[in-house]
């Protein structure tokens, strides 16, 4: 297994991609681009000044585990095309790797997405964003992973597990990464019920 060192930006993590281009369902792919757009005019999801790009969104395929989810290294791209939303077919939380097919590599956050995924089938998209002034607000407010595990790790998608395991958490279906700084995430049974969670955090 590949190290995980945060402090860089980046998250090695293992990705087994089958290169070839696939065809996104319209009924998913036009919610998941529309709602990936707005967040990005939001500044939600996006690209720092050193070009690390932050946050990602994705959609489930229904009655599945598997998932769609904004590509890596796309963070930064106003406008995104099928070519940049890969399938996660599988994971492996432990080995802290997964498989996927497309015409980029998964979003290395994919393994929180599947941590997810995995505790409910009725959820049916997930939203990541990052927001340096919602993420102090709603720290210890909301839900909120251990600030001693860091993202992108097996031992975040085991956190996120236990967490969404707690009744408060299920209610809001918001919380905030602990150890990631800025990081807050949502889930629904659409893509615009979990976008629209982002937003309201803006209006309390």
Known sequence: MNSVNPVDGYIKFTCHLVSEKIE???????PLNFWRE??????FIGAYPDGIGFGNISIRVPQT???YISGSATGGLPELAQIHYPLVEKCSLP????????LVKASSESLSHAAIYSC?????????????????KYLDVLPT???QVEYGTPEMAYEIIRLMGLPETQKRKVFVMGGHAEGIVAFGKTVEEAARLILNLEEV
Not at 95 to 102: D, E, R, S, T, V
């Open 24 to 30: 996104i369902p319209v009924l998913l792919f036009d």
């Open 65 to 67: 585990d598997q998932f």
């Open 38 to 43: 707005e967040m990005w005019q939001r500044s």
């Open 95 to 102: 080995q802290n790797a997964l498989g996927c097919k497309g």
């Open 120 to 136: 409910d089938s009725a959820i049916g998209a997930v939203v990541h964003i990052h927001n340096r002034q919602l993420w102090e």
């Open 145 to 147: 992973t251990d600030m």
